[in-house]
Nanobody
Framework: QVQLVESGGGLAQPGGSLRLSCAAS????????MGWYHQAPGKPRELVAT???????NYADSVKGRFTISRDNAKNTVYLQMNSLKPEDTAVYYC???????????????WGQGTQVTVSS
């Protein structure tokens, strides 16, 4: 199994910043693409940003220019720097990782437990 431990959520004012972190552990797996998704109350879970093991990134249109995803492959950790936050960014943010078992190369999808981000004055 791969465990994903998220941190960094909380309360921010509109226009403020927060930084989320997600550390992946699981020695039997190779971590490939990692990403962040968010889910607001009553809405489906949606893509925020993803980053491949090679550093290629993909962003939702709603966060382009405001959020930056990055990763430290040595630490199997992915980060989400969120700037110019808006009230509509309020949601639970989930870390996701695609990981391949070292022995069989079968890929699996893992989710973190989620961290609340609230943007309010």
């Amino acid at each position: 199994q791969v465990q994903l431990v998220e941190s960094g959520g909380g309360l921010a004012q509109p226009g403020g910043s927060l930084r989320l972190s997600c550390a992946a552990s699981g020695s039997d797996f190779v971590i490939n693409t990692m990403g962040w998704y968010h889910q607001a109350p009553g809405k489906p879970r949606e893509l925020v940003a993803t980053i491949s093991s090679g550093g290629s990134t993909n962003y939702a249109d709603s966060v382009k220019g405001r959020f930056t995803i990055s990763r430290d492959n040595a630490k199997n950790t992915v980060y989400l720097q969120m700037n110019s936050l808006k009230p509509e960014d309020t949601a639970v943010y989930y870390c996701r990782a695609v990981a391949a078992r070292r022995t069989t190369f079968n890929s699996f999808l893992f989710w973190g437990q989620g961290t609340q981000v609230t943007v309010s004055s």
